[in-house]
């Protein structure tokens, strides 16, 4: 069975400005934390849940807000964590190619890189601006009626299959605003060779950390019955980290596929 081989002590990367890296020393669990809690400053994402939370709002009811949200971040959580296992037996599939796997997981983080810091550089000009336009009029109409829906407080249960697909469609469609992000990290965990257990560990582990923002948001909206979205401008800064960390990823893979 293929097994990543883990730098020496004496034979590490080093990166200009920054000196000798070694990733292997932080955990995985450490890199779940990190990766999902940048990739989980998506403002597609987020911007739907407020839309959602928006509407169940009028309701003035804790228990359909609790529903409501509840379903919405469930589903996303679902759907995203799919998408990243279907990735995951891509790469896992590709292990046995060890000079490809870390090239191409390498090409990906200075590619992702690449994309956030140009990100950044718009959202300091214009404000964080969700750009995804692929899917967004099915979108549209899955909104639409949900919102009338609520607004002709009709079946609740319809309001809820609504809110099921609503989510469902955002979380495909805005996946390749982020993808870098848990493209590399299902990469990490096909080259880690962990058992199935311990993998969903680490997957909810990231799926947590990713949704943990919108969280957030739900509970103040449940306990204070009004909507609060995060700062813009830690979105943008928030950023900026993402293409920091993804280039750190890049320029460590790309150099440990040169060592072969």
């Given amino acids: 069975m293929y097994k990543r081989q883990v730098p020496q002590q004496g034979n590490k990367p080093s990166l200009p400005f920054v000196g000798k890296i070694n990733l292997a020393k932080y955990a995985l669990p450490i890199q779940a934390v990190i990766l999902g809690f940048l990739d989980g400053f998506n403002i597609c994402s987020l911007g739907a849940l ?15 807000i609790l529903l409501f949200g509840g379903i919405f971040l469930l589903t996303t959580a679902t759907v995203y964590g799919l998408l990243i296992i279907l990735w995951y037996q891509l790469f896992s599939f590709l292990a046995s190619y060890l000079r490809a796997m870390e090239f191409l997981i390498g090409l990906l983080g200075i590619g992702g890189g690449i994309y956030f810091l140009k ?40 309001i809820m299959f609504g809110v099921l697909i609503f989510a469902a469609v955002i979380t495909i469609v805005e996946f390749p605003c982020s993808a870098v992000i848990p493209v590399i990290f299902a990469g990490i965990l096909s080259q880690a060779q962990i058992s199935v257990f311990l993998y969903f560990i680490y997957l909810l582990i990231y799926l947590f950390f990713y949704l943990l923002d919108e969280i957030i948001v739900f509970l103040v909206a449940v306990f ?29 893979y790309l150099l440990g596929s040169a060592r072969f």
């Fill in 119 to 158: 990100q950044f550089i718009k959202f300091k000009k214009q404000g964080p601006v969700c750009e995804v336009k692929t899917g967004k009029s099915t979108a549209s109409k899955i909104f639409s009626k949900i919102q009338t829906s609520v607004q002709k407080s009709e079946n609740i249960l319809l």
């Fill in 224 to 252: 204070t019955m009004k909507l609060r979205v995060s700062s813009p401008k830690f979105v943008v800064w928030i950023t900026l980290i993402e293409a920091i960390v993804l280039f750190a990823l890049g320029f460590y």
């Fill in 50 to 64: 407020a839309l959602i939370l928006g509407l169940v709002l009028i309701f003035k009811q804790r228990k359909k």
